[in-house]
């Protein structure tokens, strides 16, 4: 706003030099009456560069306040203010460091925060009138300066996060190969899996497995999900931006279905201890009902009914909804008519995840990120007869069930625990784009 006055100025103060380079070097006396006539109003145009050089400066202090101002309004502190509050901690801002100067008087002030999905964006507008000390000469009493400042930033996310952890009997299977070598050299039946059967109290697999110091997968499991809380715990930008619910296949095989470890919460270190009771599904007897214990098409229908419709995560009341799934991806329970694969007696249905379910899922704008816990060969009739036909394929169909960018496959030696970690960055990560 100071370039017609500059140009007026500048213009004045060239012919000022010109003409005192030419009184100079002239000898008659008739330039000297001349230049002493002219001398007033030469000295207001010398004053008059007094005057802009001072309103430049005010200026310049003016739009560092605006500038300060604007940054105050899009400020996400641990606590994230409302819009109204965040405006008005923008105007306190600007009153707060605006130091009266003399000769300078505000005439406006606007301030603008708005919020645009995930994004925030704060305005600030000002007008101010400067009195001329020289300039009156040539009257301009005042000089009118202004300005206009814009920041914005990237609100936090909200998301609630459910975790869906496959605790069947399937992964009470060694974490490592290692741990399955252990396991089948220390049982006579060469079984790589730690089954917790209730009707051998002490000579069970499970316990045979806690006494080798063998980890099972689903050790891996827990402590993974204790590993996320804190991951999630550090990774909030305001309090309350995460929010967690962690749920199992079911603590028996007797009463298999989603059941509850921990109930949606933004405590994360809460969720962390109870996470403590992440433990393997057990079994009545060995062979009960089959051995149809793990219902990956059951849990995931039952989760999608308690899972509230997603928002656009821009505010606490209006979260973005993730469902975690970690399984290793095969369904063993009774799907007579429905089963993809050919069915054992009694209708026992072993397939690979039905996708199907996961598009159900999908289509209510809850995204699911799916860690595949690599089903491992065994080495047994079972495996052979019933498994490995479909081996291949189990991997492709978790992959078809999880949301674009949100797949993660993890061999025993590459741990549970990093890929979880991976999937929740992701998770967070692409938020944004979605909206």
């Given amino acids: 706003m100071l370039g017609p006055v500059a140009s007026t100025v500048a213009g004045l103060f060239g012919r000022v030099v010109g003409f005192a ?9 008739g330039v000297a009456i001349l230049f002493a ?3 007033p109003p030469l000295l207001g145009v010398v004053g008059s560069a007094v005057d802009y050089t001072f309103t430049s400066r005010a200026k310049a202090k003016l739009d560092g306040v605006a500038d300060m101002a604007a940054l105050t309004g899009v400020k996400i502190s641990a606590s994230l203010p409302t819009a109204t509050v965040a405006k008005a901690n923008a105007i306190a801002s600007f009153n707060a460091n605006n130091d009266a100067m003399s000769r300078v008087t505000l005439t406006s002030l606007d301030i603008t925060v708005v919020d645009n999905g995930l994004v925030r964006t704060a305005t600030v507008t000002y007008t101010a009138s400067v009195q001329t000390a020289f300039m009156g000469l040539f009257g301009f009493n005042t000089m009118q300066i202004g300005g206009t400042a814009k920041a914005s930033s990237n609100l936090p996310t909200y998301i609630d996060f459910y975790l869906l952890l496959d605790n069947s009997p399937s992964m009470g299977i060694g974490a490592t190969n290692a741990d399955i070598s252990t396991m089948m050299a220390n049982t006579p039946d060469k079984c790589g899996f730690a089954c917790h059967d209730l009707s051998d109290p002490s000579g069970n697999y499970y316990k045979l497995a806690k ?13 993974a999900t204790q590993q996320l809380m804190d991951t999630a715990q550090t990774a909030q930008v305001v309090s309350g931006q995460f929010r967690s619910a962690i749920y199992t296949y079911g603590e028996s095989c007797t009463t298999i279905g989603l059941t509850q470890i921990s109930a949606l919460t933004a405590n994360l270190s809460n969720a962390k201890a109870k996470a403590n009771a992440i433990d393997l599904m057990t079994i009545p007897k060995q062979n009960y009902n089959n051995d149809q214990c793990t219902d990956n098409t059951g849990n995931l229908t039952a989760i999608n009914q308690l899972i509230a419709t997603p928002g656009d995560g821009s505010t606490s009341g209006a979260p973005q909804k993730v469902l975690m799934l970690v399984a290793d991806g095969v369904t063993d329970a009774n799907y007579s008519s429905t089963c993809t694969r050919p069915t054992a007696s009694g209708g026992r249905c072993q397939e690979p995840l039905n996708p199907a379910v996961c598009e159900a899922i999908k289509a209510r704008g809850i995204r699911i990120a799916v860690l595949y816990t690599t089903y491992l060969p065994l080495d047994n009739d079972w495996y052979r007869n019933w498994i490995a036909p479909f081996q291949p394929t189990i991997g492709t169909k978790m992959q078809s069930c999880a949301s674009p960018g949100l797949y993660f496959e993890v061999s025993p030696t590459q741990g549970i625990s990093t890929a979880m970690t991976a999937l929740f960055q992701k998770a967070v990560a692409t938020a944004r784009l979605t909206q």
């Fill in 21 to 29: 380079g030419r009184f100079r070097a002239s000898r008659s006396g």
């Fill in 37 to 39: 006539v002219a001398l």
């Fill in 211 to 223: 006494k080798l110091n063998v980890t099972m997968r689903i050790d891996v499991v827990r402590q």
